[in-house]
């Protein structure tokens, strides 16, 4: 299935889920990048960078992946943070090469008993070869799934939380 742009290669794409959970409480989850490989099937760890603590717009961070066929596949991409708003909205940038990358973007919505959460990225530029190597293993359905098992986990972790804090 091409992304909704209609373009088979990668391109944009967005998933959202609905978390019974403070908005606030699902932002902080996902912000602290170092826990990122708790969420996504794709990122196993992140470090920050240049003495970089946390989450606040322009610190920087290294994230190590794996994936493709059988998750054979393993990289690191340098990052910056651009968005840092608690309980709206986590952003950050991956880099290629010295150049943006990868936007990935969080959005919290307040809903009736929790947020809806919008994962999604945009492609600003990636080298020619990975763009080769996007059709053949269908990179857009690699990360349409992942996106979907990261909203899942970060949706079960705010939840059980909630649900202590609420028992306590």
């Known amino acids: 299935m091409p992304a909704k742009n209609g373009r088979w290669w990668l391109t944009e794409d967005s998933e959202d889920i609905v978390v019974r959970a403070p908005a606030e409480a699902i932002y902080d989850l996902v912000a602290e990048l170092t ?6 099937p794709e990122c196993q760890s992140v470090e920050w960078e240049d003495g970089a603590t946390g989450p606040t717009a322009g610190a920087r961070f290294v994230g190590h992946n794996r994936g493709g066929p059988f998750h054979l596949m393993r990289w690191s991409r340098h990052g ?3 968005t840092a708003e608690p309980g709206r909205e986590f952003a950050f940038v991956t880099e290629e090469g010295g150049r943006e990358s990868t936007l990935w973007r969080y959005r919290f919505e307040p809903v009736e008993g929790g947020a ?3 994962e999604s990225y945009e492609v600003k530029w ?10 053949p293993t269908n990179r857009h359905r690699e990360l349409q799934g992942a996106m979907r098992h990261t909203l899942e986990q970060l949706k079960t972790a705010a939840e059980r939380m909630t649900a202590e804090r609420d028992s306590s």
């Open 35 to 40: 826990r990122m490989g708790e969420w996504s």
């Open 80 to 82: 910056r943070v651009l």
């Open 116 to 118: 809806r959460v919008t």
């Open 126 to 135: 990636i080298p020619a070869w990975a763009r080769i190597v996007d059709v």
